[in-house]
């Protein structure tokens, strides 16, 4: 691909990139904020309105890992258009949607485009820049867009519901997907992207697929199931059985979906380690900190999404360039060790915030250390994942690393808000105020957010291979060379 696009061409096509990712990453919080319009128009209960996010949650976590290996035999390209046209068509069934059915199936489907979407931008970005000081760049735009579109869907939710109605949170998604459709047909190359070899793992294939799915149901409905509920432990037995099932075909087919020697590459395989790590103390940072800062401090939808403002600023400043001058100048290690510390230390001072908390004194500090350290540690950890694949293999790769953050956040988030439920029920019951006792539980959950991203440090310093940038170069170059132009 490399060879023909360059100059300012390369980076209209990572705004348009960009820009089909941020939709779909709105998509995940954005929803969230209309939730109890959808309830009260479509007449839901409270347990079943869970499946408006959990049917996205399934089918997007299921198909990332099978959307990045289509990829990589039909061109990331003519992928990433199809993923772009299933999920802005799934948005318009999900606007237009007059029952609980309908709404919940159409986000099924909008799960499934938003899966192929993700699982193959990052290798359509990694094929556009091949140079380490861009690359670096590059990625960092790409961090920035998948961290800060959080906050932006809470703002756009809460505007979009109070000033039209739930409607327009799936309708906005339609414009923005026909400009995105339009804008790839013209700058994105035909050709290339492609395995010479077109064979399908389908046995793998289904086994991975329905693994994941089963995991995240199981994972999703465990705090209302319970963790130890025949329910839980059942979805979870046949996801593992699937799963064991998957990686046995792997061993005996003659063109396996995910070739097992690949996590003999150490740096790979840590970096998924990490991304799971990492990904279970952010999503529950996310989701927990806006849970306190609405129940607890009791900030309004909109000011809840002012106040992580100050962390998506300070990733903006470090993806603008200064990320890229940091893996340029040490390396992709030491910037994801010590970007990964900091968001530790963040999330250390969220486990001390109190019921009376202000925004500058208690919230603030934190948000800068995970702003700073989010913004540090994003764009070489996604480096580090990609870094050793060879281009026929990016795809795989880059879903792989999505299924990570996927999971990784998913699990953490459960584990984590249970964990803070369990807390809360045993101070109330010892009688505690609710106040106190609801903070005490999120309280539980950011120290152990922190735990996680500390062992994620502590596996980038002990675990990963130091790989100067030099060298990042000379292998990315040698390897697109070798694979020849996108």
Same mark, same amino acid.
């Given at each position: 691909?490399?060879?023909?696009?360059?100059?300012?061409?390369?980076?209209?096509?990572?705004?348009?990139?960009?820009?089909?990712?941020?939709?779909?990453?709105?998509?995940?919080?954005?929803?969230?904020?209309?939730?109890?319009?959808?309830?009260?128009?479509?007449?839901?209960?409270?347990? &079943?309105?869970?499946?408006?996010?959990?049917?996205?949650?399934?089918?997007?976590?299921?198909?990332?890992?099978?959307?990045?290996?289509?990829?990589?035999?039909?061109?990331?390209?003519?992928?990433?258009?199809?993923?772009?046209?299933?999920?802005?068509?799934?948005?318009?069934?999900?606007?237009?949607?007059?029952?609980?059915?309908?709404?919940?199936?159409?986000?099924?489907?909008?799960?499934?485009?938003?899966?192929?979407?993700?699982?193959?931008?990052? &290798?359509?970005?990694?094929?556009?820049?091949?140079?380490?000081?861009?690359? $670096?760049?590059?990625?960092?735009?790409?961090?920035?867009?998948?961290?800060?579109?959080?906050?932006?869907?809470?703002?756009?939710?809460?505007?979009?519901?109070?000033?039209?109605?739930?409607?327009?949170?799936?309708?906005?998604?339609?414009?923005?997907?026909?400009?995105?459709?339009?804008?790839?047909?013209?700058?994105?190359?035909?050709?290339?992207?492609?395995?010479?070899?077109?064979?399908?793992?389908?046995?793998?294939?289904?086994?991975?697929?329905?693994?994941?799915?089963?995991?995240?149901?199981?994972?999703?409905?465990?705090?209302? $199931?319970?963790?130890?509920?025949?329910?839980?432990?059942?979805?979870?037995?046949?996801?593992?059985?699937?799963?064991?099932?998957?990686?046995?075909?792997?061993?005996?087919?003659?063109?396996?979906?995910?070739?097992?020697?690949?996590?003999?590459?150490?740096?790979?395989?840590?970096?998924?380690?990490?991304?799971?790590?990492?990904?279970?103390?952010?999503?529950?940072?996310?989701?927990? &900190?806006?849970?306190?800062?609405?129940?607890?401090?009791?900030?309004?939808?909109?000011?809840?999404?002012?106040?992580?403002?100050?962390?998506?600023?300070?990733?903006?400043?470090?993806?603008?360039?200064?990320?890229?001058?940091?893996?340029?100048?040490?390396?992709?290690?030491?910037?994801?060790?010590?970007?990964?510390?900091?968001?530790?230390?963040?999330?250390?001072?969220?486990?001390?915030?109190?019921?009376?908390?202000?925004?500058?004194?208690?919230?603030?500090?934190?948000?800068?250390?995970?702003?700073?350290?989010?913004?540090?540690?994003?764009?070489?950890?996604?480096?580090?994942?990609?870094?050793?694949?060879?281009?026929?293999?990016?795809?795989?790769?880059?879903?792989?690393?999505?299924?990570?953050?996927?999971?990784?956040?998913?699990?953490?988030?459960?584990?984590?808000?249970?964990?803070?439920?369990?807390?809360?029920?045993?101070?109330?019951?010892?009688?505690?105020?609710?106040?106190?006792?609801?903070?005490?539980?999120?309280?539980?959950?950011? $120290?152990?957010?922190?735990?996680?991203?500390?062992?994620?440090?502590?596996?980038?310093?002990?675990?990963?291979?130091?790989?100067?940038?030099?060298?990042?170069?000379?292998?990315?170059?040698?390897?697109?060379?070798?694979?020849? &132009?996108?």
């Amino acid at each position: 691909m490399s060879g023909a696009i360059s100059g300012r061409g390369r980076w209209l096509a990572l705004t348009v990139l960009c820009l089909g990712v941020l939709m779909i990453v709105l998509d995940t919080t954005v929803v969230n904020v209309a939730l109890p319009s959808i309830r009260d128009d479509l007449g839901f209960t409270e347990t &079943s309105l869970v499946w408006v996010v959990n049917a996205y949650l399934l089918t997007f976590g299921g198909f990332l890992l099978l959307g990045g290996r289509l990829g990589d035999l039909y061109g990331h390209r003519t992928l990433f258009l199809w993923g772009i046209t299933v999920f802005t068509l799934a948005s318009l069934a999900c606007g237009i949607a007059t029952s609980q059915e309908w709404l919940i199936v159409a986000r099924a489907v909008q799960g499934i485009g938003g899966a192929v979407v993700n699982a193959v931008a990052l &290798s359509l970005l990694m094929s556009l820049f091949t140079a380490e000081a861009e690359r $670096a760049k590059a990625m960092g735009v790409f961090g920035f867009v998948c961290a800060g579109g959080g906050s932006v869907g809470m703002l756009l939710g809460g505007f979009l519901t109070s000033s039209l109605n739930w409607h327009w949170v799936f309708f906005i998604n339609i414009p923005i997907g026909v400009i995105v459709f339009g804008l790839c047909l013209v700058l994105l190359p035909r050709g290339g992207g492609e395995t010479a070899n077109k064979h399908l793992d389908v046995g793998g294939a289904v086994t991975v697929t329905a693994a994941l799915m089963l995991a995240v149901y199981a994972i999703v409905n465990g705090n209302e $199931a319970g963790w130890l509920s025949v329910t839980t432990l059942g979805f979870l037995g046949v996801s593992l059985g699937l799963f064991v099932a998957f990686l046995v075909i792997q061993t005996r087919v003659r063109v396996p979906l995910v070739p097992l020697g690949l996590f003999r590459q150490r740096n790979l395989a840590t970096a998924n380690v990490m991304c799971v790590l990492w990904a279970a103390g952010m999503f529950a940072w996310f989701f927990i &900190s806006a849970l306190y800062l609405q129940r607890v401090l009791t900030y309004s939808s909109l000011n809840v999404g002012l106040a992580f403002l100050p962390a998506n600023v300070i990733m903006a400043i470090f993806s603008v360039g200064l990320s890229a001058r940091l893996v340029m100048r040490f390396g992709h290690k030491r910037p994801a060790m010590i970007g990964l510390l900091l968001a530790a230390l963040g999330l250390a001072l969220f486990s001390r915030m109190p019921v009376d908390g202000h925004f500058l004194p208690d919230v603030l500090p934190g948000m800068i250390l995970i702003g700073t350290g989010a913004g540090m540690a994003f764009n070489p950890l996604l480096l580090i994942a990609m870094s050793d694949v060879e281009p026929s293999q990016s795809g795989l790769a880059s879903g792989i690393v999505n299924t990570s953050f996927m999971m990784g956040g998913a699990l953490g988030l459960a584990i984590l808000a249970s964990g803070a439920s369990g807390r809360t029920d045993e101070l109330v019951a010892a009688g505690s105020p609710a106040l106190v006792a609801l903070n005490s539980g999120y309280h539980v959950a950011f $120290a152990t957010g922190a735990a996680c991203a500390a062992l994620a440090a502590l596996c980038a310093g002990v675990l990963l291979r130091s790989q100067s940038s030099a060298a990042g170069t000379v292998t990315a170059t040698q390897k697109h060379s070798a694979a020849g &132009s996108f």
